[in-house]
């Protein structure tokens, strides 16, 4: 049965469709042409040297702007452009606008930050990341060592194709980071194979410090293993004064979450250059 939706395309409902099953299909309908619509900009949350309170870093966080169902998590529609395939033109898409982005306030004459960018495990399979990460940095002038990819451990299924792309990055000369570190379920022995330059702690630690001993004893054993293996280390989702506290005594060294700022748009970004001091919490 084919239903018109109320816009130029048909929508296909089957009889006995839920309304969380219909709202899936359109979103990963709606993916591809949001992408050619321009309906996906790029946020950025600040990451600060929490010895210097130096802004050394922005991560890069898409946003969808869905014409019909407003705001949309990346939560939700990263899972469904990953299945469909589409992740991999919106990868590539988010590398050049960060990318871009951090070349534009080099211009203006800021400070030089690195640009992280999530690189999703669908686009590191492809071999071909590699060319097209080297076709970016040559389009947009940026020089390697300010962008920064972050790996989930998930990547680490196909080790051998993992360790052989890793070097091929490391030797082009970015920054290689695993994100949500400690939740995926792999072993501990591939922090010694893979050519990495440091670990961000999950949220799911960081938030938990002081409700659950053992989180803080997750972080704390999770910096001095950073540091023993001559790993930088950055803690996520930093939302407190007492768990920034507790980070800077842990000799924890960069820190990003609600405490500093949100993701804010690369206007917002300006402003923070412009005045540092007026949004670092004392
Ligand atoms: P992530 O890479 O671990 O990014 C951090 C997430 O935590 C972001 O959520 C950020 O807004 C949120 N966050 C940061 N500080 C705090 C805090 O203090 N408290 C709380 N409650 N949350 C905080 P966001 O932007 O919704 O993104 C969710 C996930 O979606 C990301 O997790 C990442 O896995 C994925 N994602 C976002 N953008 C991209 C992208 O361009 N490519 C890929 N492959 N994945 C992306
Ligand atoms: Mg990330
Ligand atoms: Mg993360
Ligand atoms: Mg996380």
């Known amino acids: 049965r084919v239903k018109e939706d109320g816009k130029n395309h048909f929508q296909f409902y089957t009889p006995g469709m839920n309304e969380a099953q219909s709202r899936k299909i359109r979103l990963e309908i709606g993916l591809r042409r949001g992408l050619k619509n321009g309906e996906f900009t790029v946020y950025y949350q600040p990451q600060f040297n929490i010895h210097s309170d130096e802004l050394v870093g922005v991560e890069a966080l898409l946003r969808w702007e869905h014409p019909e169902f407003g705001n949309i998590s990346p939560a939700e529609f990263i899972p469904l452009a990953e299945e469909s395939g589409l992740i991999v033109p919106l990868g590539e898409w988010v590398l050049y606008e960060a990318c871009r982005q951090n070349k534009a306030w080099q211009e203006a004459g800021y400070p030089f930050i690195r640009v992280a960018v999530n690189v999703s495990s669908r686009q590191f399979q492809q071999t071909s990341l590699v060319e097209a990460i080297r076709r970016t940095l040559e389009e947009t002038g940026l020089d390697p060592q300010y962008l920064e990819l972050e790996l989930t451990e998930s990547i680490i299924q196909d080790s051998k194709h993992a360790i052989s792309m890793m070097n091929n990055l490391k030797a082009m000369g970015v920054h ?25 702690i999950d949220r799911s630690f960081t938030s938990n410090i002081f409700a659950d001993t053992k989180d803080m004893a ?65």
Not at 188 to 199: G, Q, T, V
């Open 176 to 200: 290689l980071s695993i994100d949500d570190f400690g939740t995926g379920y792999s072993s501990l022995s591939y922090l010694k194979l893979f050519p990495i330059d440091s670990l961000k």
């Open 218 to 282: 997750l972080v704390s054993t999770i910096i001095a293993m950073a540091h023993n293996l001559e790993l930088k280390v950055i803690a996520e989702g930093v939302e407190t004064q007492e768990q920034l506290q507790f980070l800077q005594q842990g000799l924890c060294n960069e820190a990003q979450g609600y405490l500093f700022s949100r993701p804010i748009s690369p206007e917002e970004i300006a402003v923070i250059f412009d005045d540092k001091a007026a949004v670092l919490p004392q």
